[in-house]
């Protein structure tokens, strides 16, 4: 045996030992002590790695400290190398720039709960969870919070934190059903503890009411998971041998009623993985049911859910200060909202507009100002919207009549023209409303001369062809100019490119109907016609084109007569050829193509179909049948047959033919062009019975229209009863249409047409610009560009590099534009026969085998 002193070991003398085992012994000892050295090592090795990895990380991060993964990555390594002073600094700072996930903040508070000994350590930890709290809406969080309290043993703060996570997410439906439970059972723990410590009979009372009142709460609340909570009551009150209270009983069968409801919401929440329109629906659906409770705490869900999502903050702020009218509230929401959105310039506007509201001062304002430009907003837009905010909030505060506040107005307007325009240009602000703004605030404190400069400047940036703007521009010199200045102006605006001429000519005699003389009001309506009749010359003019190349173009896609009369000789001779008893694969082949149609087709009816009662029905869902084609149809008129396009598979091509007794109802199948069915909007055309002459065309108009308005930027949400709403206010509606992809599904643009053109202006006044569901729409009259037509000579466009013709060699395949044969053999092929003098004096063709052997190098 060894004696245990450290050193050497000894030889005992009463066990015999041998030295080779002995060394053995030895020698393993000092491999196993090498191996463990070795790991060491490598840790150390791996530290050291990390540390360097740590110290580029803090470098990277002193040039971009608001990089979110730059300080995620930090956090990681600081954990990796057990670093908890830095590791709660690293955290800390994350904290004052960014809202902490759920998982960061339940690894930071269990990491200072551990070591949380002392009273000041654990209001530390307390400290941790109000921060957490605040961030988002985390029931994991809560319950940890509860938990940490009731290791205190102060029952009256533990109960306070219990109810306060009550309030706060007792009401989410999927998982608020945890803390009842949590709760109720540290109420029924403390009921045990007074039982078996033999409290008085009164105090065991009041706390199996305090248990029975937790019950009757929860399940009067729609929460997953409450049949079992109803169980539990069930087998409380049969162990008090007390009846159940039939009010908790309608109280859960309401609620499961209500539960019922809110179900396909919670079960798409799950399968989504984009849960914004999820929420925005649920909220919707909530908030008509108007339960304020559940509203805020599905909103705190959607934002927690989705926090980068700027929408679902507006709805949430809008639904606090505008309908709830809770400002305090307000400014929590918008603080929260902008720590997790700081580059949307909707959340900042509406925040300065908050903070006038509540009656903060002017250096409170431009503190929220300087932030919200500095932070790095996402687009000119949002720079646009802060300055706004910021000038409307002056131009409240100013007295205009006080030079000083003038030029402080003046200044802020400057500043914001040049951020915006200077750094964007008209992306960030395309109806140059700054220079307007301005120049309405010129107007109006009587600088005309320096209003009608900000006035020009603005048409000369892009406004011009606009003659809504420069019916803006006359009314405001109407209202604060002279009738000069006004004749000057009509003058300029007939004589530009606008997009409505005839709304100028008509304001421009209408106001020498009202102010002008007699020579005035004649030299209005000789030059309003001048330049109208200039104006249809050269609209016929381009009409007269369009004429010009459609015929050309026409001309060019029919075929020679030769090839149809032959294509007809075939016909014949194909028809007068005799069946065989039994088809063969060749012969099938050999069909004509209507036989082969007919084959392809699912029929409904046995008419053959005429060109003239018969329409094409495209872009089909493929699963769509010809029953339902038939259904759908027979509201237009009688359906003699449909004929449902398939391919070799027996599928739906996604196209058919339908055959009408009659020629008037083909003319109302056509006015269903784009209808839905089955989900996608269906073209309904003409049949054209030889699609050799068939030529594409353009179903809408390509010129200015005067009593459509083209409106652009809508909600994929908004449908056409929706449109019909907003715009009907204005003039007698003749037609909305929303514009949809090819899937059926919106691409937020849509056309709506008056009676009266009239109506359309004032629409465009009155709407464009204004916001629908957090969206700002853009509402125009119809101007659509000239379709222009395709360059189909490949000799007018320049080819792409490898893109020349193509030489096509046997089958269909590539031959290269390369000559393999020697230049000096090469025969030309347009060359003339030869002579007898000229075969003298020509040595003679070489064959193949002639070349092989001179490459060879046989002779």
């Given at each position: 045996m060894y004696e245990n002193n450290g050193d050497v070991p000894m030889k005992d003398d009463a066990v015999q030992t041998n030295d080779k085992e002995d060394a053995s012994d030895l020698t393993d000892e000092h491999d196993t002590n090498k191996t463990e050295s070795s790991h060491e090592s490598l840790d150390e090795e791996n530290r050291k790695a990390k540390e360097r990895e740590l110290v580029s990380l803090e470098k990277q991060l002193a040039g971009n400290i608001y990089s979110y993964d730059l300080h995620l990555s930090r956090v990681k390594l600081l954990k990796e190398l057990g670093e908890l002073d830095r590791l709660r600094l690293a955290y800390k700072e994350m904290s004052n720039l960014f809202p902490l996930s759920e998982d960061l903040w339940l690894d930071w508070i269990q990491d200072e709960s551990k070591i949380a000994v002392s009273e000041e350590e654990k209001n530390n930890v307390c400290e941790l969870f109000e921060t957490a709290i605040k961030d988002y809406l985390s029931v994991p969080i809560w319950l940890e919070y509860c938990q940490f309290t009731i290791g205190g043993g102060d029952i009256e703060e533990s109960r306070a934190v219990f109810e306060r996570a009550i309030q706060a997410a007792g009401l989410h439906v999927s998982n608020g059903a945890i803390l009842w439970e949590?709760?109720?059972?540290?109420?029924?723990?403390?009921?045990?503890?007074?039982?078996?410590?033999?409290?008085?009979?009164?105090?065991?009372?009041?706390?199996?009411?305090?248990?029975?009142?937790?019950f009757k709460r929860q399940l009067s609340c729609p929460l997953l998971n409450n049949d079992s909570s109803f169980s539990e009551y069930e087998s409380w009150k049969s162990e008090n041998n007390e009846p159940v209270d039939q009010s908790v009983v309608e109280n859960y069968q309401k609620a499961n009623e209500v539960l019922q409801k809110l179900t396909p919401f919670e079960e798409e929440l799950l399968v989504k993985d984009d849960k914004s329109d999820v929420y925005r629906n649920y909220i919707k659906y909530e908030v008509e049911k108007d339960e304020p409770a559940r509203i805020l705490c599905l909103c705190e869900r959607a934002v927690a859910d989705c926090p980068l999502v700027g929408d679902l903050w507006m709805i949430y702020i809008n639904y606090v200060t505008k309908k709830l009218k809770d400002l305090d509230l307000s400014v929590v929401v918008h603080k929260k909202s902008l720590r997790n959105c700081p580059w949307i310039g909707e959340l900042w506007s509406s925040y300065i507009l908050l903070l006038e509201k509540i009656g903060k001062d002017k250096q409170e304002v431009l503190k929220a100002v300087e932030k919200a430009l500095s932070i790095g907003l996402s687009s000119g837009i949002d720079y646009k919207k802060v300055w706004f905010a910021y000038i409307d909030y002056i131009r409240r505060q100013a007295k205009l009549n006080s030079e000083k506040d003038l030029d402080e107005l003046r200044s802020i307007l400057g500043r914001a023209t040049e951020n915006v325009l200077s750094n964007f240009g008209l992306e960030g602000d395309p109806s140059c409303d700054f220079y307007i703004y301005w120049a309405r605030l010129e107007f109006s404190v009587g600088s005309l001369e320096e209003a009608r400069k900000l006035w020009s400047e603005a048409l000369e940036l892009g406004l011009s062809k606009s003659a809504v703007m420069w019916l803006k521009y006359i009314s405001l010199e109407q209202k604060y100019g002279d009738s000069k200045h006004v004749r000057r102006l009509f003058q300029r605006a007939l004589q530009a490119d606008t997009d409505w001429p005839e709304g100028i000519v008509n304001e421009w005699i209408m106001y020498e109907r009202e102010r002008g003389s007699l020579d005035q009001y004649e030299q209005c309506v000789d030059k309003c016609e001048a330049r109208l009749s200039e104006l249809n010359e050269q609209h016929l003019k381009s009409l007269e084109e369009?004429?010009?190349?459609?015929?050309?173009?026409?001309?060019?896609?029919?075929?020679?007569?030769?090839?149809?009369?032959?294509?007809?000789?075939?016909?014949?001779?194909?028809?007068?050829?005799?069946?065989?008893?039994?088809?063969?694969?060749?012969?099938?082949?050999?069909?004509p193509k209507e036989d082969a149609e007919s084959e392809d087709f699912g029929i409904i009816g046995d008419s053959s179909p005429e060109p003239d009662k018969t329409v094409f029905l495209s872009n089909l869902d493929f699963n769509t049948n010809e029953e339902t084609i038939k259904n759908v149809m027979s509201t237009s008129g009688n359906v003699v047959s449909v004929r449902l396009v398939r391919n070799y598979n027996k599928k739906s091509k996604g196209f058919a033919y339908v055959v009408f007794s009659k020629h008037d109802e083909v003319e109302e199948a056509l006015k269903r062009d784009r209808e839905l069915v089955d989900g996608r909007p269906m073209f309904v055309s003409r049949y054209e019975a030889d699609p050799s002459f068939k030529t594409p065309v353009f179903h809408f108009s390509q010129r200015l229209e005067k009593n459509k308005v083209f409106v652009k930027g809508l909600p994929k949400s908004k449908t056409k009863d929706d449109l019909i709403k907003l715009f009907e206010p204005f003039g007698?509606?003749?037609?909305?249409?929303?514009?949809?992809?090819?899937?059926?599904?919106?691409?937020?643009?849509?056309?709506?047409?008056?009676?009266?053109?009239?109506?359309?202006?004032?629409?465009?006044?009155?709407?464009?610009?204004?916001?629908?569901?957090?969206?700002?729409?853009?509402?125009?009259?119809?101007?659509?560009?000239?379709?222009?037509?395709?360059?189909?000579?490949?000799?007018?466009?320049?080819?792409?590099?490898?893109?020349?013709?193509?030489?096509?060699?046997?089958?269909?395949?590539?031959?290269?534009?390369?000559?393999?044969?020697?230049?000096?053999?090469?025969?030309?092929?347009?060359?003339?026969?030869?002579?007898?003098?000229?075969?003298?004096?020509?040595?003679?063709?070489k064959s193949n085998e002639d070349f092989r052997k001179m490459l060879l190098g046989f002779k």
């Amino acid at each position: 045996m060894y004696e245990n002193n450290g050193d050497v070991p000894m030889k005992d003398d009463a066990v015999q030992t041998n030295d080779k085992e002995d060394a053995s012994d030895l020698t393993d000892e000092h491999d196993t002590n090498k191996t463990e050295s070795s790991h060491e090592s490598l840790d150390e090795e791996n530290r050291k790695a990390k540390e360097r990895e740590l110290v580029s990380l803090e470098k990277q991060l002193a040039g971009n400290i608001y990089s979110y993964d730059l300080h995620l990555s930090r956090v990681k390594l600081l954990k990796e190398l057990g670093e908890l002073d830095r590791l709660r600094l690293a955290y800390k700072e994350m904290s004052n720039l960014f809202p902490l996930s759920e998982d960061l903040w339940l690894d930071w508070i269990q990491d200072e709960s551990k070591i949380a000994v002392s009273e000041e350590e654990k209001n530390n930890v307390c400290e941790l969870f109000e921060t957490a709290i605040k961030d988002y809406l985390s029931v994991p969080i809560w319950l940890e919070y509860c938990q940490f309290t009731i290791g205190g043993g102060d029952i009256e703060e533990s109960r306070a934190v219990f109810e306060r996570a009550i309030q706060a997410a007792g009401l989410h439906v999927s998982n608020g059903a945890i803390l009842w439970e949590a709760f109720r059972e540290y109420e029924i723990c403390i009921l045990q503890t007074i039982i078996s410590a033999g409290g008085e009979e009164d105090t065991i009372v009041n706390q199996k009411e305090r248990v029975e009142k937790l019950f009757k709460r929860q399940l009067s609340c729609p929460l997953l998971n409450n049949d079992s909570s109803f169980s539990e009551y069930e087998s409380w009150k049969s162990e008090n041998n007390e009846p159940v209270d039939q009010s908790v009983v309608e109280n859960y069968q309401k609620a499961n009623e209500v539960l019922q409801k809110l179900t396909p919401f919670e079960e798409e929440l799950l399968v989504k993985d984009d849960k914004s329109d999820v929420y925005r629906n649920y909220i919707k659906y909530e908030v008509e049911k108007d339960e304020p409770a559940r509203i805020l705490c599905l909103c705190e869900r959607a934002v927690a859910d989705c926090p980068l999502v700027g929408d679902l903050w507006m709805i949430y702020i809008n639904y606090v200060t505008k309908k709830l009218k809770d400002l305090d509230l307000s400014v929590v929401v918008h603080k929260k909202s902008l720590r997790n959105c700081p580059w949307i310039g909707e959340l900042w506007s509406s925040y300065i507009l908050l903070l006038e509201k509540i009656g903060k001062d002017k250096q409170e304002v431009l503190k929220a100002v300087e932030k919200a430009l500095s932070i790095g907003l996402s687009s000119g837009i949002d720079y646009k919207k802060v300055w706004f905010a910021y000038i409307d909030y002056i131009r409240r505060q100013a007295k205009l009549n006080s030079e000083k506040d003038l030029d402080e107005l003046r200044s802020i307007l400057g500043r914001a023209t040049e951020n915006v325009l200077s750094n964007f240009g008209l992306e960030g602000d395309p109806s140059c409303d700054f220079y307007i703004y301005w120049a309405r605030l010129e107007f109006s404190v009587g600088s005309l001369e320096e209003a009608r400069k900000l006035w020009s400047e603005a048409l000369e940036l892009g406004l011009s062809k606009s003659a809504v703007m420069w019916l803006k521009y006359i009314s405001l010199e109407q209202k604060y100019g002279d009738s000069k200045h006004v004749r000057r102006l009509f003058q300029r605006a007939l004589q530009a490119d606008t997009d409505w001429p005839e709304g100028i000519v008509n304001e421009w005699i209408m106001y020498e109907r009202e102010r002008g003389s007699l020579d005035q009001y004649e030299q209005c309506v000789d030059k309003c016609e001048a330049r109208l009749s200039e104006l249809n010359e050269q609209h016929l003019k381009s009409l007269e084109e369009d004429k010009e190349k459609k015929e050309t173009k026409k001309k060019k896609e029919k075929k020679p007569i030769e090839s149809k009369k032959k294509k007809e000789e075939i016909g014949v001779k194909r028809k007068a050829s005799p069946t065989p008893p039994t088809e063969t694969p060749s012969a099938k082949r050999e069909r004509p193509k209507e036989d082969a149609e007919s084959e392809d087709f699912g029929i409904i009816g046995d008419s053959s179909p005429e060109p003239d009662k018969t329409v094409f029905l495209s872009n089909l869902d493929f699963n769509t049948n010809e029953e339902t084609i038939k259904n759908v149809m027979s509201t237009s008129g009688n359906v003699v047959s449909v004929r449902l396009v398939r391919n070799y598979n027996k599928k739906s091509k996604g196209f058919a033919y339908v055959v009408f007794s009659k020629h008037d109802e083909v003319e109302e199948a056509l006015k269903r062009d784009r209808e839905l069915v089955d989900g996608r909007p269906m073209f309904v055309s003409r049949y054209e019975a030889d699609p050799s002459f068939k030529t594409p065309v353009f179903h809408f108009s390509q010129r200015l229209e005067k009593n459509k308005v083209f409106v652009k930027g809508l909600p994929k949400s908004k449908t056409k009863d929706d449109l019909i709403k907003l715009f009907e206010p204005f003039g007698i509606l003749k037609d909305v249409r929303i514009v949809t992809f090819r899937s059926g599904q919106p691409k937020g643009i849509a056309y709506i047409e008056y009676e009266d053109p009239v109506a359309a202006s004032q629409a465009v006044v009155k709407l464009d610009g204004i916001e629908l569901d957090g969206l700002k729409i853009s509402v125009a009259i119809s101007n659509p560009p000239q379709r222009k037509e395709e360059v189909r000579s490949i000799e007018k466009a320049a080819p792409a590099l490898g893109g020349g013709s193509r030489v096509t060699g046997p089958r269909g395949k590539g031959k290269s534009q390369i000559a393999l044969v020697p230049a000096s053999v090469q025969r030309k092929a347009n060359a003339p026969a030869p002579t007898a003098q000229s075969s003298e004096a020509k040595p003679p063709a070489k064959s193949n085998e002639d070349f092989r052997k001179m490459l060879l190098g046989f002779k």
